[in-house]
């Protein structure tokens, strides 16, 4: 047991960096703020801090800024959040847009050392002569292009007049090396820097320079970049800019659970998802609504270690996780889902003592007093029949004594039955007319099937609990008996975090 404790801990360890230096790797997690953080989001900025760590280095937050068509305050803020919630602390938190100066600068000597020039072609052009592979006029002679530079960085074109594109191989294998674009024109209001910037550069332009001048060591980043590898450190050549390692990690995410904007804003702006919390969501605030604990999607994100390969972990994996960190600390409470009422005729008055947790007594107990009626779980009813008998958890043995429907309800009579818990006698939870309050449990399901909005992926079970459960604050960790592990949200709702 102690080796395969061993063994499991030898998986949470991520293995060496290449060239790092004790004391000297810097990483840098750069998000640009335009959604919420998402599991994805969570297993770079995991990777990047643990890095940090490991090798006693720094940790960079760069809020990767220079888009103002796309950012928002509210999305710098979900990020600098979520990050705390995981417990990940950078040790530096910056923006690319707090050096915009700096990167016009960059960009204009590119232009000088004849490493860019200004397109002013029209996007079918450059489109089409990519896609062939030839040049364009504009990338002709210095003269022109130093010329168009003082337009382009003093403001004297309009919006879709010119970009600034690096001089590359317009025939190179690598079409990422086709003269791709530094620099655009964007129109707009700069969640940080208004409107006074209209020459924005592009994640190819502002990554590597803005990784060089920070002192990042190992700049980590997902597969899809490879082939703007070639490019980051040839942008970083001309400039006879200092070069980190790059390094590539392959994008997390779910089965059924996409983390693409591409398909979750529409249902946002549609309103079929109300907010960026909805459990059913990949981000950091739906699994923290969802009850998931901070430290086991941790522990998950290093279990995967550094794989390249595009492969989706099943969700059951982070349950795990999640589930060895919470059952400890779960009360056992019962909530019965679609009720249906057991009147035990002839029952004693009782008052049963109920503990909250099965092995620590620590959690406590409750005590709740037991009248001749009660309440069972739908299902728990279905096929029962005169003469069956069932346990019910830690009360007594009830013997069914007749099932009516009546009102187009179901109800059912028992009378206390034996002693005896035998082996295959059903052992259900229940709940105490008497102690009742209505409740409800929103269950997250798969948010798509293949392609497909799944209709049904937020199951509302609709039930009672024990009153016990109306005094627990928000954010309480509870296992229903017999139904799930659920976070409270409110003294009406909770939500399944797993089963
Ligand atoms: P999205 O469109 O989902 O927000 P993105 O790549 O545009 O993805 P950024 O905010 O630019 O998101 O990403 C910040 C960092 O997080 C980058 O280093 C990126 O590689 C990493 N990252 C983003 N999505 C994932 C993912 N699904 N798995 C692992 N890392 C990711
Ligand atoms: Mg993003
Ligand atoms: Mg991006």
């Known amino acids: 047991a102690a080796a395969k404790k061993q063994a499991g801990e030898q998986q949470l360890q991520l293995p060496p960096l290449e060239g790092a230096v004790q004391g000297q790797v810097v990483t840098r997690f750069p998000p640009e703020p335009n959604g919420y953080p998402h599991i994805g989001h969570a297993k770079a900025a995991i990777i990047d801090e643990e890095y940090a760590r490991m090798y006693g280095g720094k940790l960079i937050l760069r809020f990767d800024d220079t888009n103002p068509l796309k950012e928002k305050l509210e999305y710098y803020d979900a990020i600098a959040e979520g990050l705390e919630w995981l417990g990940v602390k950078p040790d530096i938190v910056k923006n690319t847009s707090d050096d915009i100066d700096l990167l016009h600068s960059y960009g204009r000597k590119l232009i000088e050392l004849d490493g860019a020039y200004v397109c002013t072609c029209s996007q079918d052009t450059i489109h089409d002569l990519r896609a062939k592979g030839i040049p364009c006029e504009c990338r002709r002679d210095l003269a022109t292009a130093l010329e168009r530079a003082e337009k382009m960085f003093g403001g004297s074109?309009?919006?879709?007049?010119?970009?600034?594109?690096?001089k590359g191989d317009m025939a190179d294998q690598n079409t990422a090396m086709r003269d791709p674009t530094l620099f655009r024109i964007i129109e707009g209001d700069h969640p940080k820097l208004g409107s006074r910037v209209r020459v924005w550069p592009t994640y190819d332009f502002a990554a590597p320079i803005e990784d060089s001048i920070d002192g990042v060591t190992h700049a980590m980043r997902t597969k899809e970049y490879e082939l703007r590898n070639a490019l980051y450190f040839?942008?970083?050549?001309?400039?006879?800019?200092?070069?980190?390692?790059?390094?590539?990690?392959?994008?997390?995410?779910?089965?059924?659970?996409?983390?693409?904007?591409r398909k979750i804003r529409p249902l946002i702006d549609n309103g079929t998802i109300k907010s960026w919390d909805d459990p059913r969501l990949p981000t950091l605030a739906a699994f923290r609504k969802r009850g998931f604990m901070p430290e086991a999607i941790r522990k998950f994100v290093l279990s995967l270690g550094f794989t390249l390969a595009e492969t989706k972990p099943p969700f059951e994996t982070l349950e795990a996780f999640n589930?060895?960190?919470?059952?400890?600390?779960?009360?056992?409470?019962?909530?019965?889902?679609?009720?249906?009422?057991?009147?035990?005729?002839?029952?004693?008055?009782t008052e049963v003592v109920l503990k909250n947790h099965p092995t620590d007594a620590s959690l406590?107990?409750?005590?709740?007093?037991?009248?001749?009626?009660?309440?069972?779980?739908?299902?728990?009813?279905?096929g029962l029949k005169t003469g069956d008998e069932i346990r019910l958890i830690e009360l007594y043995n009830i013997k069914i004594t007749g099932v009516s429907s009546k009102n187009g309800g179901r109800a059912i009579t028992a009378k206390v039955g034996g002693d005896e818990i035998r082996q295959l006698m059903?052992?259900?939870?229940?709940?105490?007319?008497?102690?009742?309050?209505?409740?409800?449990?929103?269950?997250?399901?798969?948010?798509?099937?293949?392609?497909?909005?799944?209709?049904?992926?937020l199951e509302i079970a609709r039930g009672f609990a024990e009153s016990f459960v109306s005094g627990l604050k928000p954010d309480t960790r509870v296992q229903f008996v017999r139904f799930g592990f659920c976070r409270i949200d409110d003294n009406q709702t909770a939500i399944m975090t797993h089963r």
């Open 157 to 166: 074109y309009d919006q879709n007049e010119a970009i600034v594109r690096f």
């Open 234 to 261: 040839a942008i970083l050549e001309r400039l006879k800019l200092r070069k980190p390692y790059l390094i590539e990690f392959s994008r997390l995410e779910f089965e059924g659970m996409p983390v693409s904007k």
């Open 323 to 349: 589930r060895k960190i919470i059952d400890p600390i779960s009360p056992r409470l019962f909530f019965v889902k679609n009720p249906i009422e057991v009147h035990v005729e002839g029952a004693q008055e």
């Open 364 to 382: 406590g107990t409750r005590k709740v007093r037991v009248r001749d009626r009660l309440y069972i779980a739908g299902d728990d009813a279905v």
């Open 426 to 457: 059903p052992k259900i939870q229940w709940i105490a007319k008497n102690d009742i309050v209505e409740y409800k449990v929103m269950i997250p399901k798969a948010l798509y099937i293949g392609e497909e909005y799944n209709m049904n992926s």
